[in-house]
T-cell receptor, first 112, second 117 residues
Framework: QKEVEQNSGPLSVPEGAIASLNCTYS??????FFWYRQYSGKSPELIMF??SNGDKEDGRFTAQLNKASQYVSLLIRDSQPSDSATYLC????????????WGAGTKLIIKP | KAGVTQTPRYLIKTRGQQVTLSCSPI?????VSWYQQTPGQGLQFLFE???????NKGNFPGRFSGRQFSNSRSEMNVSTLELGDSALYLC????????????????FGPGTRLTVL
């Protein structure tokens, strides 16, 4: 069974600090990796995707992928109270018939 | 480009009734996935349709069914509603096809909040 694991949190980070969110996955054949943000009562919104080993930066967000160790992380620099949300990691591959396999999410709280 | 739309946004039903939810994907997207989310829970995958065919299915009872039309719009039906079916139902669309970051990126609609009394 293909699985995606995330620490449920809550992860509490002071405003202005770097928030680090981690995700591990079981399927070695995974090809695409996604981070979504979900505010309470709202639908998930895409932050970024990554599919090559290494780092990918978009504004204050950096996704890091290490396929050998089967983990993907999301760093949020200069954390703001508006970043407080649940962050969902999702993974897909041809073996999963392109179905996204979702982690349960990590709740992030940014303290002013 | 217009985003994913879902109707209705809110719905109240009683046990035993049935309900149909609708999802219109982003123009040009051929894949529609449906998810159930209950308070404090992660996304539970229901099924995915690609070019009018069910491509993937989650572990939900047969009371949950769906279909996709030639214009890629999708409907989800729940028959014989139970109290536990109260949830936020989310629809997501993607281009579908080859895994590799862009074509399988899912974009979510605002969801339909279903309450079963």
């Amino acid at each position: 069974q293909k699985e995606v694991e995330q620490n449920s949190g809550p992860l509490s980070v002071p405003e202005g600090a770097i928030a680090s969110l981690n995700c591990t996955y079981s399927d070695r054949g995974s090809q695409s990796f996604f981070w979504y943000r979900q505010y309470s009562g709202k639908s998930p919104e895409l932050i970024m995707f990554i599919y090559s080993n290494g780092d990918k930066e978009d504004g204050r967000f950096t996704a890091q992928l290490n396929k050998a160790s089967q983990y993907v992380s999301l760093l949020i620099r200069d954390s703001q109270p508006s970043d407080s949300a649940t962050y969902l990691c999702a993974v897909t591959s041809m073996d999963s018939n392109y179905q996204l396999i979702w982690g349960a999410g990590t709740k992030l709280i940014i303290k002013p | 480009k217009a985003g994913v739309t879902q109707t209705p946004r809110y719905l109240i039903k009683t046990r035993g009734q049935q309900v149909t939810l609708s999802c219109s994907p982003i123009s040009g997207h051929r894949s529609v996935s449906w998810y159930q989310q209950t308070p404090g829970q992660g996304l539970q995958f229901l099924f995915e349709y690609f070019s009018e065919t069910q491509r993937n299915k989650g572990n939900f009872p047969g009371r949950f069914s769906g279909r996709q039309f030639s214009n890629s719009r999708s409907e989800m039906n729940v028959s014989t509603l139970e109290l536990g079916d109260s949830a936020l139902y989310l629809c997501a669309s993607s281009s579908g096809g080859v895994a590799g970051g862009t074509t399988d990126t899912q974009y979510f609609g605002p969801g339909t909040r279903l309450t079963v009394l």
